[in-house]
């Protein structure tokens, strides 16, 4: 399972990567393994300005429909083109071109309340 040093993680299985003021977010390599091959991901949030854990979009899998809830508080600015004609980059590189939003951080110490790789591998162990 792979589980990056450098992103902070949820217990809902998403990751964060911060980069100055913004933060990109996806889901991890072992909740895009459980879901299974990934046909769509919608979020209708552009623009919008969420608070932490409120869903932005849903995750469509073969067999199921996820909410997808964001790990900090900001306003939602992309969503990862590349998704619309291929949302199985969720499935093949989940922490590389596989991210689903970018954000714009509220509070960037939102980030500091997050699991660490550490902490998320003992999580998904237990």
Excluded: C
């Amino acid at each position: 399972m792979n589980i990056p040093e450098n992103l902070k993680f949820t217990n809902d299985h998403e990751w964060v990567r911060t980069e100055g003021e913004d933060a990109y977010v996806g889901i991890t390599d072992f909740a895009q393994n459980e879901l299974g091959d990934i046909v769509f991901v919608e979020v209708e949030t552009i623009d919008e300005t969420l608070e932490k854990e409120e869903p932005f979009g849903t995750i469509e899998a073969v067999k199921t429909v996820s909410d997808l809830l964001l790990p900090v508080g900001g306003t939602i600015l992309e969503l990862n083109e590349k998704l619309e004609d291929a949302p199985d980059l969720i499935n093949k590189d989940p922490y590389g071109d596989g991210w689903i939003v970018k954000v714009k951080l509220t509070n960037p110490a939102d980030v500091d309340d997050l699991l660490d790789a550490a902490a998320y591998r003992n999580l998904i162990e237990s």
